[in-house]
Every structure is written in C-alpha cells, then in structure tokens.
C-alpha cells in the first residue's frame, strides 16, 4: 500500500506580517545571527527560543577552524536551554540566516541533525514546537510543530 506523509504550514512573504509576539522573536533572532561565529563559511544563523514563562534563549553558529567541531545555532540555542532550564517548555523557535554560501531564494530549514534535537525537544516535553524560518529573501516558513520537519523520525 502507498502511504503518504502530509502537514500544513504557513508561507509569509515578508517576516513583518507575522503577530506582534512573534515578530520580537524574529528581532532577537536577528541581533543573535550578528554575534554569530561563523568565519569559515561567512553564513551566519540565528536562534531565538520562545519559552512558555516568556522567556527568550538565543543561540547562533560557533564554528571552528576543525570543522565538525562546530554547532549550528539551533543546537546552541536548544543546548543552552536545556542546560539552563531543564524543566521549561520551548513554545516557539525562530531561525534567521543570512550569508552567500545559499542564493537569496533558496528556502532555507534546519539542518537534520537540529531537526532531531528539535524532535527530542518536542518529546522531552511533550508538547509541540513552532518553528518559523525567516528566508533572506524575508519569505517566512511557520511549522505548527518540530516532528513536520522529521518524518519517521528516531525518538520515544
Ligand atoms: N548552520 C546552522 O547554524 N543551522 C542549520 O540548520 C544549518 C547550518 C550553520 C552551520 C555552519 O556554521 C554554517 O551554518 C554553514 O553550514
């Protein structure tokens, strides 16, 4: 039998269209993608975690000059939180990147391994993850939940 995955999501052209709540995500994910450490590739990502309590966490990319020793923002931002609050619930994750190592129009996601620290996050607990991606051409992605990303996923 052929069986087939399906999930909505939300395709913004502009950022700024989005709700006030979200929108200061978007912000802070911005001043967090300029802090990025990313002088190998030169594409700098930002992070910005919305917790339930209001609470916002930010990450972006670390590299270094052995590559696979670096971290993208996703994981820098959900690593932080769990370290810090590891009783907290992540509401929403906001990703912004922007560099030439992806042409402008390129619709941009996470990469595989944050989506399964994303999915892990979404178990752990127990409740969905929005994520909302801000393209560099401002085209906005907005997933209801983490495991959208990651069909057939590894986790409980
Ligand atoms: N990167 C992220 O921060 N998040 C992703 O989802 C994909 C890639 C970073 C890793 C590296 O520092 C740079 O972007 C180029 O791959």
Same mark, same amino acid.
């Given at each position: 039998?052929?069986?087939?995955?399906?999930? $909505?999501?939300?395709?913004?052209?502009?950022?700024k269209?989005?709700?006030?709540?979200d929108?200061?995500?978007v912000?802070? *994910?911005?001043?967090?993608?300029?802090?990025?450490?990313?002088?190998?590739?030169?594409?700098?990502?930002?992070?910005? #975690?919305?917790?339930?309590?209001?609470?916002?966490?930010?990450? $972006? $990319?670390?590299?270094?000059?052995?590559?696979?020793?670096?971290?993208? *923002?996703?994981?820098? *931002? #959900?690593?932080? %939180?769990?370290?810090?609050?590891?009783?907290?619930?992540?509401?929403?994750?906001?990703?912004? *990147?922007?560099? %030439?190592?992806?042409?402008?129009?390129?619709? #941009?996601?996470?990469?595989?391994?944050?989506?399964?620290?994303?999915?892990?996050?979404? $178990?752990?607990?127990?409740?969905?993850?929005?994520?909302?991606v801000v393209?560099?051409?401002?085209?906005?992605l907005?997933?209801?939940?983490a495991?959208d990303?990651?069909?057939?996923?590894?986790?409980?």
């Open positions: 039998m052929r069986e087939q995955f399906q999930f $909505n999501y939300d395709l913004l052209t502009d950022w269209e989005l709700p006030i709540e929108f200061k995500l912000q802070v *994910a911005y001043s967090a993608m300029d802090r990025a450490y990313a002088p190998y590739s030169e594409f700098l990502v930002g992070a910005a #975690l919305l917790m339930e309590d209001g609470t916002i966490v930010e990450g $972006n $990319n670390q590299e270094n000059v052995a590559f696979p020793s670096g971290m993208c *923002a996703e994981r820098v *931002a #959900l690593f932080y %939180a769990g370290a810090t609050y590891p009783k907290g619930v992540v509401k929403t994750i906001c990703i912004v *990147a922007k560099g %030439a190592l992806m042409p402008a129009s390129f619709l #941009l996601s996470p990469c595989g391994s944050c989506r399964q620290v994303l999915l892990e996050s979404e $178990n752990r607990q127990r409740k969905a993850i929005r994520v909302i393209n560099q051409d401002m085209r906005t907005v997933l209801d939940s495991k990303l990651l069909p057939f996923g590894f986790g409980k």
